[in-house]
């Protein structure tokens, strides 16, 4: 009986596992035809100055666009490209769109101080990623001192001497790097201090309960004191109140990214953001 009962069960998970299996080649075929039939969008999410107010750049991220259906976010898709070489392909469109699109701003007169484009640690672990990224700058007429790459901790615990080294190549070309969702994971505060990053990027998770969870307020208020000491610039993001953006600002954090401020933008949407914001500042001054 209780034999039975376990064979069931067994069988009942085996099932579960080939859905979810079939689920994920079903989705990964269709991120392969996202990619050759033209279906990912990339939207931009402004970046203020949290002092003045002033834009100081833009987070691009990647969207699916399937047609006919709503618009895909990269929950749903970027971990099952990034069990494949898929992070790749979807990373150098990614990264070309990006520059792309910012130089053709660039020559409209749109000034933006610069745009930050995230990085998968499976991407940045290619051996061509550091000729990839001189390859896309030279076709795209990308200046490289406006680029800002956004990794994630999860790449520094393994390889790091290898890390390093391909980020200070990248950094001679003029690139800035920040560390994505910074607390979150588990890097060691050891390489921290070596790495060649410029920023650390608060965390949502930390911002979302300010001024509720007194511990959040006080790894937040942490990790902006240490940034500030080790030479780092802080963005927060997901800063949706004011009363998140009061904190921040009081606690001497620079920039900052959200729904306060802005959703991602479409491209289309972007470029008449930066027309208002750049309006404004001339009626200001
Ligand atoms: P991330 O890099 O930490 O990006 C910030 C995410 O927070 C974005 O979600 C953004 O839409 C969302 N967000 C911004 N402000 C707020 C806010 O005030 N409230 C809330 N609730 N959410 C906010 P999104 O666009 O869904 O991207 C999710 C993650 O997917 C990104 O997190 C990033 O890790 C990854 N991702 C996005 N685009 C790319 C890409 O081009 N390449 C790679 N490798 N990963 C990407
Ligand atoms: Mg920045
Ligand atoms: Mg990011
Ligand atoms: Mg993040």
Known sequence: QAKSAGRKALRFFEKGMQREADQRLRVYNQLREALS?????????????????????AEALVRWQPPGKMLVGPHSFIHIAEESELIWDIG???????????????SEGLRLPEISVNISARQFAQEEFVDFITEVLDKTGMDAGYLNLEITESMLVSH??????????LKKLGIRFSIDDFGAGYSSLAYLKRLPVDELKVDRSFVRDIPHDR?????????????????????AEG????????FLTHRGCLFYQGFLVSKPLSAEAMRHYMQEHLQRKLLRS
Not at 41 to 52: A, D, G, V
Not at 95 to 106: M, N
């Open 37 to 57: 039939e033209n279906q990912l969008r990339l939207y931009y999410q402004p970046q203020h100055l949290l002092k003045t107010g002033e834009l100081m750049g």
């Open 92 to 106: 150098c469109w990614v990264l070309q769109e990006a520059c792309k699109t910012f130089v053709k701003w660039q």
């Open 160 to 169: 790091v001497e290898t890390t390093i080294s391909k980020m200070n190549e």
């Open 215 to 235: 511990r959040n307020m006080a790894i937040v208020e942490t990790i902006i004191a240490m940034a500030q000491h080790l030479g780092f610039s802080v963005t």
């Open 239 to 246: 800063v949706e109140t004011h009363q998140q953006r009061d």
